[in-house]
T-cell receptor
Framework: EPEVTQTPSHQVTQMGQEVILRCVPI?????FYWYRQILGQKVEFLVS????????KSEIFDDQFSVERPDGSNFTLKIRSTKLEDSAMYFC????????????FGSGTRLTVV | AQKVTQAQTEISVVEKEDVTLDCVYE???????LFWYKQPPSGELVFLIR??????QNEISGRYSWNFQKSTSSFNFTITASQVVDSAVYFC????????????FGKGTKLTVNP
């Protein structure tokens, strides 16, 4: 069964450093998403991406965040200057256009900012 | 506004008991989908079920069953004869068509099944 792959599974970074979280969506999917889950809390939508541009972003997704699809397979989330409160699990997801059958989450990247 | 409420923060049961996890949603849309996900201690999100707003039939899958009632905006999840491996956080989520197609999650219910 096709999977959404996220790397790394766990990343530790110092406050103020830049991090890039990587995702490989399912190959025929057209919509891509990032969600965040602070430890012990609910999963929150960050951003959706379609046709090489952001289609929607939440209030959380401020100027320190950016997303990119640098090639035909990867989808990245960059946090420019990490803060302690950015520590969370970050989930990537992808879906087919106009269909829910393929709304699939990756296994997540646990980001720890120290 | 779209919102999902899971009023039960934590539930603890003894193995073999039945347990129901509640989910109440709010939306003005007539076309929407409801999901349940399981999040085990390892952290990944495991898809359990998707139900669209036009299909109010209850569904059973093994020990799992779901009761969808549009009249009360509820989509409750029952585990029959619970097992220790069912221990996890369970999230209910609402999906809206059009626009970004994002999922709106509830806060989750932590289920602990004790032997």
């Amino acid at each position: 069964e096709p999977e959404v792959t996220q790397t790394p599974s766990h990343q530790v970074t110092q406050m103020g450093q830049e991090v890039i979280l990587r995702c490989v969506p399912i190959s025929n999917h057209l919509y891509f998403y990032w969600y965040r889950q602070i430890l012990g809390q609910k999963v929150e939508f960050l951003v959706s991406f379609y046709n090489n541009e952001i289609s929607e972003k939440s209030e959380i997704f401020d100027d320190q965040f950016s997303v990119e699809r640098p090639d035909g397979s990867n989808f990245t989330l960059k946090i420019r200057s990490t803060k302690l409160e950015d520590s969370a699990m970050y989930f990537c997801a992808s879906s087919e256009f106009g269909s829910l059958n393929g709304y699939t989450f990756g296994s997540g990247t646990r980001l720890t900012v120290v | 506004a779209q919102k999902v409420t899971q009023a039960q923060t934590e539930i603890s049961v003894v193995e073999k008991e039945d347990v129901t996890l509640d989910c109440v949603y709010e939306t003005r849309d007539t076309t929407y989908y409801l999901f349940w996900y399981k999040q085990p201690p390892s952290g990944e999100l495991v898809f359990l079920i998707r139900r669209n707003s036009f299909d109010e039939q209850n569904e059973i899958s093994g020990r799992y069953s779901w009761n969808f009632q549009k009249s009360t905006s509820s989509f409750n999840f029952t585990i029959t004869a619970s097992q220790v491996v069912d221990s996890a956080v369970y999230f209910c989520a609402l999906f809206l068509r059009g626009g970004s197609e994002k999922l709106v999650f509830g806060k989750g219910t932590k289920l602990t099944v004790n032997p």
